[in-house]
């Protein structure tokens, strides 16, 4: 096929038609994942966010559980309590509010 005008213009056309077409179908394949939860969003820790802010560091999860294990937080499966959250880990030390916020919504987001 000779390089002229026409033949460049339809190559560069197919080119955007098969880019558009990737990106249709990644769309598609993301269409079943669940939304992500906002990381950054105090609105799913509430209160607690505040109260995080104000406690002594660096900590225990049980300490986080006895002081804060009542609490009740917004996951995918419903509102659950901080101490039903942290149950399924060890005891592990958190060196600020930053910490434990990041591992609590891991472990909501699951």
Known sequence: MADTKNTRDKQADDEERRQRERELQEARDRA????????????????????????????????????HGDHEVE?????????????SIDDELYNSADDVRNRIQGLISR
């Open 75 to 87: 996951t995918q499966g419903g509102s659950k309590t901080i101490r039903e959250v942290l149950a």
């Open 32 to 67: 079943d994942e669940p939304e992500p939860i906002d990381s950054e969003s105090n609105d799913q820790l509430g209160d607690l966010d505040e109260e995080l802010e104000n406690h002594d560091y660096p900590t225990t999860t049980d300490e986080l559980i006895s002081a």
